[in-house]
């Protein structure tokens, strides 16, 4: 059974930076794409970024484009997301995801860590 446990969240001023990382288990790592989606108070879930088992292909959110980094290690089985110029409006709950070889959705999903900008 795969286990997905995101860490790195916290309070962050406007501005500012702050890199998530999700530790993976119970699979092949290198075998899933992965994904980070966030939600907000009130709001759906929603994509922010995702990145394939190799680690070549990446896709964001225009919403975060320009300013988040999605990168894996496979050696360690954790993927990372790395934020700059947080906004207040980047404020959510941020989950990882793991989509197995194969699937078409993301099955797999950690608990999720607290994200808050402040202005």
């Known amino acids: 059974q795969v286990q997905l446990v995101e860490s790195g969240g916290g309070l962050v001023q406007a501005g500012g930076s702050l890199r998530l990382s999700c530790t993976f288990s119970?699979?092949?790592?290198?075998?899933?794409?992965m994904g980070w989606f966030r939600q907000a108070p009130g709001k759906e879930r929603e994509f922010v970024a995702s990145?394939?088992?190799?680690?070549?292909?990446?896709a964001y959110s225009d919403s975060v484009q320009g300013r988040f980094t999605i990168t894996r290690d496979n050696a360690k089985n954790t993927i990372f997301l790395q934020r700059n110029s947080l906004k207040p409006e980047a404020t959510a709950v941020y989950h990882c995801?793991?989509?197995?070889?194969?699937?078409?959705?993301?099955?797999?999903w950690g608990q999720g860590t607290q994200v808050t900008v402040s202005s």
């Open positions: 990145i394939s088992r190799i680690g070549g292909n990446t």
């Open positions: 995801a793991a989509r197995a070889l194969g699937t078409g959705v993301f099955g797999s």
């Open positions: 119970g699979r092949t790592f290198n075998t899933d794409t």
